[in-house]
């Protein structure tokens, strides 16, 4: 009994893994293969967003992921203002060197 308890919650541990930590939940989600990985990352902010990147930036270049150097960048991740999307709206787009993040406001870019 034990055992099949344990091989259970194995499972359910691997399938809430599977998911992607996002609070709160899209509307629609459509996942693709590949990797986007935190390392010498530069953070960009477009017209309209700026600021929205500095709690990432921060985290970031406490993790020791953020470029220090042009010469060093690898990836971006760029945060755009969209005002057709509503204050807590956002939608992003991973690819493989730079990862878009679109929102209606600041509290969108957050999520």
Request: proline share 4%; net charge negative.
């Amino acid at each position: 009994m034990n055992k099949a308890l344990t091989i259970s919650a194995f499972c359910l541990s691997l399938a809430v893994h599977a998911q992607p930590a996002l609070v709160p939940w899209p509307q629609s989600m459509e996942r693709h293969e590949g990797v986007f990985a935190l390392q010498l990352v530069d953070i960009q902010e477009g017209e309209g967003a700026q600021g929205w990147g500095a709690m990432l930036r921060t985290d970031l270049s406490a993790l020791g992921a953020l470029a220090r150097t042009t010469n060093e960048v690898l990836r971006s991740v760029r945060f755009e203002s969209d005002g057709k999307l509503g204050e807590e709206g956002y939608v992003f787009v991973v690819e493989p060197g730079q990862v878009t993040i679109a929102a209606g406001g600041r509290q969108g870019a957050l999520y």
